[in-house]
Structures are given as C-alpha cells and as structure tokens.
C-alpha cells in the first residue's frame, strides 16, 4: 500500500486522476502488470480493475444502495431484474464492511461518512485490484477513522494494491507500506515508511527554503503582534458535527487569513459563521454580543455576509443574467411602486460591478462569462449587501492572475480603507501570505487562536505549520 502526501496543488489528485482515466497524460505511461496501458477514460480503468473513490463523493442519492452497487452491470434472469439477488448481495457486502444500511433505503439518507465507506465497499465490489483513495477521512470522525483503518488493512492483506491519499500521517503511517510525497507535481521521496521519518516528509513537503526557516524561528513562525484594532469576531472553543474545538479573533480593518489542509474545518468554520451549519458548544460574538445566525439570511441583517468556495453550485444562478445575480439578496432595492424596476436594477447592479470591473455581456446569461467575472459578479453581490464582515471561502478559485490581483486588491482596500473585517479561507498559501494581516492556521477541526505575521511567514513555512499542526 502506497500512502501519497504533498501540499495543497502539488499534483496528488492529479496523479489519481491520470491512473483512473479522468486525465490523459501528455507524455510517460501507466504501467499495468509491467506492461504499457492506455486508459482513455474511467470506463477503461474500471475494465482494467482501478477503482477510485475520490474527495467528492459519486454515488447517487436519489438511487437505493443496492441500486448503487450494481449500477451499470445489472444482474438479471429472462429479460427481468434480479432485484433479490442483488439486494442479497448488497446486504452481504456491507455486513462485510460492518455497514449497517437497507440495502433498499436511498444513499442519500444515510449522513456523509456512512456513504463514504459505501463508496470504498463498492469499489471493492467491482473486482477492483487497485483502489485509489483521495483524502477519505476528511468526513469521519474518531472510532470511524479506526474502522475504515481497519478495512484498508485488510483489502490491502487480500491482495488489493492501494494508493491512500492522505495529510494525516499519523493515519498514512498505521497503514502504509510505502510514502511517496509530491512536490510542485515532482516526487521528492518515494521510500518504505519504516525508512523515512514524519519529520522528513514534512520538511520535504515545506520545501528546502524551510529548512533554513526552523534553524531561525525552531520551526515555529513568529506570533503576530496583537492588533490594537477593536475585536469584531470573537469564537471560543467552538464545536459543531464537523469542529471541535475553534478560537479565533478578527479584527475590525483588518484581513484575517485562515489556512489549513483539506479536511482542517476551513469552510465549515465559515459556514457555521452565517448559520448554514449548526453550533453544538461554545460561543461566537459579533461587536461584543452573542451571534448565532438560523442562516444567511440573519447573518446578513447582522451585516455579515458569505461567499461561497462553489460558484457553480451554491453561487451563481447560471441562466440568469449578471445584474440580477449581483443583487439577489437585496432585489427589494430595484422595486418601484411593487414591481421589479428593469432599469433600476441595472444601475445599481452597475454601481457595484463597476468597481470590480466586470466585463463582458452583462445583459446576457451570467453563465457565458469567463470564471473570474463571475465570480467578481459574486463578490459585487456581497459589496451589495453592505457586509460588516465579509467571509470569502477561496475567493479566487479557477480564475487568472489578472482577476486574482484584482480581488486581493478589492480585499484589502475593504478592509483599510472602509474598515471591514475580511476573514478569507484559502488553500494557496502564496495567497494568505500576499492578502492577509493576520494569520490563523486550522488542522482537523481545530485552531487555538494563535495569530501568525504574514511577514514572518513564506509559503513554505506556511505550509510547515500545517503539516505540523496535522
């Protein structure tokens, strides 16, 4: 069994999806059985017996479990279904992985990690010789994580060869025969686990400039100094279904920059902040008073106000057109004597796309715009909401660097010249480290509210801190 690690971007799904069919290579070659293979597509790897089982989950929930396991190749006896067999067999695939679901209920109402071990049994299902794991512990929780250990040792003891994509190392190394760790789309170690130490894997994937880093600063980054700007997000030893224990302090006039591998509570952090995920423990204060948002709708009347990481999927409304999407939430703004005034919408959708400098055929569908239009179109929309505190989950996601300098430019004058508070979560830490004034580090859930100096930090040391904190 193979254990994958690198940094954020360094190739790791990437590298699955060229073994799973998804990506064809521009040169080199999959080799199978020692043997050169093409797979054109993920049907081809399927035939060929690589299974994947990727970060974003792909059963389909509106489908039953057994409708899951044996979609594609259907059993079948005369023309009909062979609905018994199959549920039979379902039900005895599942116990096998100590799964206990209907194999007649729907996937869709089981909760997330439960669906995430159905994905690896049927995988296994399908005479998978190799299996392909991205990131698949980020949805479980403590005795879940044991078990799906468990099961990964044994498929691997039947003869099943895996690649585990995996940041948690104390997970890679109880399963893992081998550690290759990619950096910048190279490998820089491919050795047995029990030949290569946590902390080399760790200085590898930080980079060599970090080496010089830890002899400086004993591999710590420097404390930022405390801002002597009013607290305008207070969060004590917060807890929901996917934190466990968050602090944190944002400031007003100032951009606070939250880092953190897959599966650190980033985006669950910002959506527990607008009331999308619910508080089990702690406290969250806005401007000194007890904040707990039903959604986004409270948040913003409190003047806080989300983007989201997924513009295409909880962002934009694609056949609409630009001026609307800007203004959604506060289309109340462009009615006259009760109806939607047409010209009055546009003007002040203008207002705010101007200063982002959205271009293109405004008037048309927002989805034949480029990707870092739209997504100023969304930011537009947040500016529209007069946000107190703005929440951007990778606000510069799939666009060009043209876009990118634009946004941060828009963040920060937000912050130092309006005096908003900008919490941005991003996974580039040449990002956090050119955009932020304060630095917070997030890992499995957790951040003590220890503040970094973005100019005590590289990208690498950045980095460091996170491989450390995981």
Known sequence: MI??????????STLMRVISGAIKPVSGAVLLDGEPKTLGSPI??????????????????????????????????????SKDQMRERTRALTTEFGLDVDPDAKVGSYPVATRQLLEIAIATHRNAR????????????????????????????????????????????????????????????????SEVSRQDVITAIAGEDALELIGRQAR????????????????????????????????EGRVLGIYGLVGSGRTELLRTLVGLDPIKSGTVTLFEKPFAPRGPHDAMKAGV????????????????????????????????????DRSRLKGIAAEYMDQLKVKGNRSGPIERLSGGNQQKVLLARALAQNPKVLLLDEPTKGVDLGVKADIHHMVRRLAHDNGLTVIVVSSEEEEICEVSDDVLVMSNGTADGTLLNPDSLTPASLRHAAWDAA
Do not use: C, M
């Open 3 to 12: 254990g994958l690690v690198g940094h954020n971007g360094a190739g790791k």
């Open 44 to 81: 081809d790897a399927l035939d060929a017996g690589i299974a994947t089982v990727y970060q974003e989950l792909s059963l389909l929930p509106n489908l039953t479990v057994s409708q899951n396991a044996f979609l594609g190749h259907e059993r079948s006896r005369g023309g009909l279904l």
């Open 130 to 193: 190799f299996l392909l794991l991205d990131e698949p512990t980020t949805s479980l929780e403590g005795a879940q994580v044991d078990r799906f250990l468990e099961i990964v040792k044994s498929l691997s003891s039947r003869g099943i060869g895996i690649i585990l994509v995996d940041h948690k190392l104390e997970e890679l190394y109880a399963v893992a025969s081998r550690v290759v760790a990619l950096v910048d789309g190279e490998v820089r170690i491919d050795a047995n686990v």
């Open 220 to 251: 710590v980054p420097q404390q930022a100094v405390e801002s002597t700007r009013p607290v305008t997000v207070a969060v004590e030893r917060l807890r929901t279904g996917a934190l466990s224990d968050v602090t944190l302090r944002a400031h």
């Open 305 to 340: 106000v989300y983007v989201t990481e997924e513009r295409k999927v909880d962002g934009i409304v694609p056949q609409l057109d630009s001026s609307i999407n800007a203004l959604l939430p506060v289309l109340r703004r462009a009615y006259r004597w009760g109806r939607l």
